[in-house]
């Protein structure tokens, strides 16, 4: 059953460059009993219960989110130069919101981060109650801008652990894995999606399948939101990518989260906005046997 909150927010949709200097959030995971909790770039942090409630949680309106399955970190274990603000939230789950880059924790309960040191990017491993060490400096990840020139950024735009100890990460059209020991192999390059059909805040050709949210199978398989596709890719462990999920209209992926067999998409009302309150989210749920139902749609007026 979809569940609605309706909320007390007038809001204008404007079409203007502003807007495409910022994005919906990319946030989503489950706990222990099987509770939802996503990220509203517009409102704060939500939660869709087992009986699919749909309610507001406590958390800002940051883009990325993560969990703490062990409870072992703290508002004092965060890092203080990450280049961003890193607010940790309860006990049981311990949730963990990410102003500006993407954040992961391993099953294991080790917080890993993306920090820039010029134009390159370093995966920072921040185990509690401890200093942070580098776990991995990233070869130069690429990015094409609107005039045609590739040119190395200091972000990435995904990250998610896995079950044997490693991460993955996504690029605008790459996805990489990052070994327990730190080296580093490709997973799949130079993405494409077929039939690749863009929401209203995605035209811009140079974008590419603009991956970003991503979540791992413990056999290796990954899936990951193509946000400029409005799809959800799946790739197998031998590099082979195909569609596993495709949005409708203005609808577009930001993250993904595995529960059992059954994968869990968060999507955006992909338009153009000077108001965060003008990107609308929703949860779908693609099952194992390949039913796809509408958990819950936050709704403006």
Excluded: N
Aim: with cysteine; charged share 25%; hydrophobic share 45%.
């Amino acid at each position: 059953m979809k569940r609605f909150v309706r909320l007390g927010v007038w809001f204008v949709l404007v079409f203007s460059s502003m807007a495409a200097r910022a994005h919906p959030g990319s946030g989503i995971v489950v706990d222990r009993s099987g509770r939802i909790y996503f990220v509203d770039t517009g409102v704060g942090v939500w939660t869709i219960d087992t009986q699919g409630r749909l309610a507001r949680h406590e958390g800002e309106a940051f883009h990325w989110l993560a969990i703490d399955r062990r409870g072992g970190l703290s508002a004092r274990d965060m890092p203080r130069d990450a280049g961003g603000e890193l607010p940790v939230i309860g006990r049981d789950p311990t949730l963990i919101l990410s102003s500006d880059f993407p954040i992961a924790v391993g099953p294991d309960g080790v917080f890993y981060y993306p920090r820039a040191v010029g134009d390159r990017v370093r995966i920072m491993r921040l185990r509690p109650g401890e200093k942070p060490e580098v776990f991995a400096m990233l070869p130069p990840v690429l990015e094409v801008d609107s005039s045609g020139r590739e040119k190395a950024v200091p972000w990435i735009h995904g990250l998610a652990a896995a079950a044997d100890g490693s991460l993955y990460y996504s690029e605008l059209a790459a996805v990489r894995r990052i070994a327990p020991d730190g080296k580093i192999a490709v997973v799949a390059d130079k993405v494409k999606v077929p039939s690749c059909d863009r929401p209203p805040a995605a035209k811009d050709e140079h974008l590419g399948p603009a991956l970003r949210g991503l979540d791992v199978r413990p056999d290796g398989t990954v899936f990951v939101a193509a946000s400029a596709c409005g799809t959800v890719l799946r790739i197998a462990p031998d590099g082979t990518t195909s569609v596993a999920l495709r949005t409708e209209g203005v609808w577009s992926p930001t993250a993904v989260v595995l529960a059992g067999e059954d994968l869990l998409v968060l999507e955006y009302w992909s338009v153009k906005a000077t108001t965060r309150q003008a990107w609308i989210p929703r949860v779908r749920k693609l099952s194992g046997d390949g039913k796809v139902t509408l958990l819950a749609t936050v709704e403006r007026r």
